[in-house]
């Protein structure tokens, strides 16, 4: 009886000791999909099926219409006053740097990216609207930096060995994405290129699989779209209904990894997640 109490305490030790700030995750995989309603998104098979693996956010919702304020935001706490999808060239600071100054590393696997910095607007099915770093005049005048945005192409051979970064963002085309195509398409797309990247995070405790959508419609005044997030240390079908934005995921990351925040932007008054860890 004494050793299956001093077990059992034990156990509950380690399940508290997982829900905490620093434990729950040692890398994270950021995917960005697009234009969908929220009850589209969640209606659709494949992204259904996400579910049963993870924790869906109920009450999360895109800062602005279009997109690319939104993609900023992931990255840098705030749209920074970006309002339209233009090429824009950007001062400030982003997860990145502190990333980079905490010893860790980032990385960005784009598709149909270009390489050597590419700065233009579009190449094939790429367009830079969707690709947040390299707009900002730290990362695209720095050819060190722009090397850490790279082909997707690059992605399976870093995960199969082990290599991922701290922290990746993952950037369909723009026909996986659903942007040029639809919801069905983006949903079988998922389910095919990172069926074994779900696999591995719901059982990987060291894993993070942010799965996300950069704005609903354009018409859609409520904004409000579909988020999962996949880990070990996640309780799978939770969910979590804190009015949130994708700055709050952004704030998660940071908390993780004591990385502080980025200044005086939207992330540093955010809520922290609660209520979706074992």
Known sequence: MKLCLIVLLASLQFASASSEI??????VLWIVFENTNYKEAIQQPDFANALKHGALFTNLTAERHPSQGNYIAMIAG???????????????????????????????????????????????????KHNPFISFKNVNKDPQRCAKIESSENFDRDLANN???????????MDNDGHDTDVEFAGKYLSK??????????????????????????????????????????????????KVDHVALLKLIEEEFSLGAIGTREEASAPSITGIWK
């Not at 620093?22 to 890398?27: I, L, Q």
């Not at 290599?163 to 085309?173: C, E, F």
């Open 78 to 128: 705030s749209t920074l006053g970006v309002r339209g999808d233009g090429l824009v060239n950007l001062d400030g600071t982003h997860i990145g740097d502190l990333l980079e100054k905490s010893g860790r590393d980032w990385r960005v696997y784009a598709e149909d990216y270009p390489g050597n910095c590419f700065t233009g607007k579009k190449s094939g099915k790429y367009v830079r």
């Open 163 to 173: 290599d991922l970064p701290d922290y990746s963002m993952y950037i369909p085309d």
């Open 22 to 27: 620093g434990n729950r995750f040692k890398k």
């Open 193 to 242: 290129r990172f069926g074994k990247v779900m696999e591995l995070a719901k059982n990987s405790k060291d894993f993070l699989f942010v799965i996300t959508f950069d704005e609903s419609e354009f018409f859609d005044s409520s904004n409000q779209i579909f988020t999962v997030l996949i880990g070990g240390s996640i309780i799978p079908g939770s969910t979590n209904n804190q």
